[in-house]
Antibody, heavy 117, light 107 residues
């Protein structure tokens, strides 16, 4: 069955770079889009960016200058890197599958990232 | 990026009530909007896509409508399991955007 799982460090220092991995199973990255969504504690959802099935990416314009998304098809992994982290980047980071239209039907459990010294 | 203005931020309802949430986009999004339900400690779950299409497993008391810039989401006959926070999400652009969310509480 389709599964997504985020992994990465729980704590990152301010100004450092965050690296997260979304490992998927039960789906092909070449026919599914993988999005990243984050949620600061007690706040709303924020769309972060996407790795489209064709290998291109798009980003939230507010984060674009600090963000990159890549993938390793053979390992079924999508990577998110965000630099120059600030406390406002503290959030739960989710990866989610989009197979067609605007349907985000499978989500990872999320990984909590705290930016603090 | 397209901005999504969602209202109200919170809503208090009694069981059996009908509630309505609205989202206004900063430009025409051509009905490319979905609605998500999120319960505390859980990932969001999509309930509606493409303005008004119920996602598999969504009860028929949920509905959506709209066009252009203005969209709405309703729950008729609110049940206790509907207590959650709801978000709209536009996907007209290559850059997607969530609304700010509406917390539905029991009166």
């Amino acid at each position: 069955q389709v599964q997504l799982k985020e992994s990465g460090p729980g704590l990152v220092q301010p100004s450092q770079t965050l690296s997260l991995t979304c490992t998927v199973s039960g789906l092909s990255l070449t026919s599914n889009n993988v999005h990243w969504v984050r949620q600061p504690p007690g706040k709303g959802l924020e769309w972060v960016g996407v790795m489209w099935s064709g290998g291109t990416t798009d980003f939230n314009s507010a984060l674009k200058s600090r963000l990159s998304i890549s993938r390793d098809i053979s390992e079924s992994q999508v990577f998110l890197k965000m630099n120059s982290l600030q406390t406002e980047d503290t959030a739960i980071y989710f990866c989610t599958r989009n197979s067609y239209g605007g349907l985000l039907d499978y989500w990872g459990q999320g990984v909590m990232v705290t930016v603090s010294s | 990026d397209i901005q999504m203005t969602q209202s109200p931020p919170s809503l208090s309802a009694s069981l059996g009530d009908k509630v309505t949430i609205t989202c206004q986009a900063s430009q025409n999004i051509n009905t490319y909007i979905g609605w998500y339900q999120q319960k505390p400690g859980k990932a969001p779950r999509q309930v509606i896509r493409y303005t008004s299409t119920l996602v598999s497993g969504t009860p028929s008391r949920f509905s959506g409508s709209g066009s252009g810039r203005d969209y709405s989401f309703s729950i008729s006959n609110v049940e206790s399991e509907d207590i959650a926070t709801y978000y709209c999400l536009q996907y007209n652009d290559l850059s997607w955007t969530f609304g700010g969310g509406t917390k539905l509480e029991l009166k």
